[in-house]
């Protein structure tokens, strides 16, 4: 089979804020184990899951590793589609200005900065899990 | 080609089902297994979500996980069906994906 035809669409959902328990972490270490084998990785950040992507995480008094600049390096491992739900930043009083600006370089286009941020609505959300091969929630 | 959607957490403790049923598409299904069984039970507060979606939704409950909670088949709000273990991996093949509401 050639690569292409090996090539699944992979969605991580994440839909619990950071640090109150391990799954934010585990699964950016997920994501970054698909992305080497070159496969369609999207990230879905559903419910408090968007404030994994909140600008200005300081977690010195609480005594763990601040992961959140990791987000910012996926473009570099070719992650480039991070879906954020529009109504799930809106219920919790966020707005996309509240988020890590995070960009990757395309190489197709004389290594132009581009957001990696997608604002997606509930109903477009559901037309993406719906096209995906393989699905991993956390 | 539809999703199976799960749900293990309760919806009394949990927004999971409630997530999971703003994202159904069209002709997929919602199994409640684990502690999301209890949001199955007649006369609960989520029966009006479920039957919201019903009309675009096949809607399951894994049986084991009722009997272990004392809820009896009859207990069931119509319209949600009772699967086994067998049933659950029969949805699981009937379908393209499955997304998982922790």
Known sequence: MSEQANRKKFLYVNRRAPYGTIYALESLEVVLI????EQDVSLAFIDDGVYQLVAGQDTAGVGMKNF????????????????????SLAERGLTVED?????????????????SIHLTDRSEMARLIAEQDV???? | ?????????????RSS?????????????VLMFE??????????????????ERPSCALYVLGPDLAARGIKPA????????????????????????????
Do not use: Q
């Open chain 1, 99 to 115: 988020l890590m600006p995070i960009t990757y370089e395309d190489e197709d286009d004389d290594y132009a900065e581009k957001p």
């Open chain 1, 68 to 87: 959140s600049k990791t987000y910012r390096a996926l473009g570099d491992y070719e992650v480039r589609k991070l879906y954020v739900e529009r109504e």
């Open chain 2, 75 to 102: 207990d069931i709000a119509e319209g949600i069906s009772v699967v086994d273990y067998g049933g659950f991996v029969d949805l699981a093949v009937a379908n393209a994906r499955v997304c998982a509401w922790l």
């Open chain 2, 17 to 29: 089902l409630e997530s999971c049923l703003d994202h159904v598409a069209e002709g997929d299904s």
């Open chain 2, 35 to 52: 502690d999301a069984v209890v949001g199955a039970r007649r006369g609960g507060k989520f029966i009006a979500t479920l039957k919201a």
């Open chain 2, 1 to 13: 080609m539809p999703t199976l959607h799960t749900v293990n957490k309760s919806p009394y403790e």
């Open chain 1, 34 to 37: 698909g992305a080497a084998f």
């Open chain 1, 135 to 138: 699905i991993l929630s956390f």
